[in-house]
């Protein structure tokens, strides 16, 4: 999760699984960008929705945001 997410990168290995590859941490500015710009996001769903899960799809966000709206 925390691959697809953008928070770690693969230093070796070329599997599917991170089980089987060595990950590294991104920089601490990278992150410190990441989450700025999410919590820009925050009022904006779509556009949240849409980097979180790397698809700005209007099906895609518009069930994502239902189920946000029932919790």
């Not at 060595?22 to 700025?36: I, T, W």
């Not at 980097?51 to 069930?63: A, G, K």
């Amino acid at each position: 999760m925390l691959r697809e997410l953008g928070w770690v990168v693969v230093v070796r290995g070329n599997r599917d699984s991170p089980r089987n590859s060595e990950l590294s941490l991104r920089s601490v500015e990278d992150l410190l960008q990441m989450r700025n710009k999410l919590m820009s996001l925050r009022k904006t769903p779509a556009g949240l929705i849409g980097m979180i899960f790397h698809s700005y799809d209007s099906i895609w966000v518009e069930r994502c945001s239902g189920i946000i709206r029932e919790r």
